[in-house]
Structures are given as structure tokens and as C-alpha cells.
């Protein structure tokens, strides 16, 4: 199974930055994609940022030029740098990983989830 480890939440004020890390580990034989989605008290959970195991990435509209995906395929690592962030982006964010795991096939696997608070 894939375990992930997320940090980097927090409270910051409008304008300001923070960055999530999520660890990936256990019996992975390849990640295919790591992302990250958000969940706001009474919505749905949305796809933030999505990166595959080639390097293409994809935003959300809403976070486009303010937020970077990246990751450390050494450390199945991936990151978010959240800058220019606004009361709107808080949320509980969840890293997701799709892995390829020798004997269970692909594997979808969820983070614990980190809240993010931007105080206007």
C-alpha cells in the first residue's frame, strides 16, 4: 500500500504564501501523478494541481500564476508553493497520489488532508 505524509498547512494573512509538502511511501514501484484537491466547509472537493511522472502539470483556473506544483521523484515528494493566496483558498488541502504498486496494480491513494486558513 502507499502511505502519504502531508505538512505545510497553516494560518497566514491575504497576500501571503505557504507551501505543502506530501512524502509518499511504502510498495511503489512507480508514481504515475501526484496532485493536490481542496474541500471548503460545504462544497465539493476540486483538483488544485496535478502533476504526472513526465512533468506536465495542470491548475485549476482559480490558482493559475499564483500556485506551483513541483516535485522530488527521488524523494516521492510533491510540493505546492501557494503564493498571493486569498481567503478563498482556504480549505483542507489532500495530497492524492496514483501509483503503480508489483502486485495490486495502480493504486490511488489519499493524504490525512492539511488545513489552510487565509485571514482577510
Known amino acids: 500500500q502507499v502511505q502519504l505524509v502531508e505538512s505545510g498547512g497553516g494560518l497566514v494573512q491575504a497576500g501571503g504564501s505557504l507551501r505543502l509538502s506530501c512524502a509518499a511511501s511504502?510498495?511503489?514501484?512507480?508514481?504515475?501523478?501526484m496532485g493536490w484537491y481542496r474541500q471548503a466547509p460545504g462544497k465539493q472537493r476540486e483538483l488544485v494541481a496535478v502533476?504526472?511522472?513526465?512533468?506536465?502539470?495542470n491548475y485549476a483556473d482559480s490558482v493559475k500564476e499564483r500556485f506551483t506544483i513541483s516535485r522530488d521523484n527521488a524523494k516521492n515528494t510533491v510540493y505546492l508553493q501557494m503564493n498571493s493566496l486569498k481567503p478563498e483558498d482556504t480549505a483542507a488541502y489532500f495530497c492524492?497520489?496514483?501509483?503503480?504498486?508489483?502486485?495490486?496494480?495502480?493504486?490511488?491513494?489519499w493524504g490525512q488532508g492539511t488545513q489552510v486558513t487565509v485571514s482577510s
Open positions: 502533476i504526472t511522472s513526465g512533468g506536465n502539470t
Open positions: 492524492n497520489v496514483v501509483a503503480r504498486n508489483a502486485k495490486a496494480g495502480v493504486l490511488n491513494a
Open positions: 511504502g510498495s511503489i514501484s512507480s508514481i504515475l501523478a
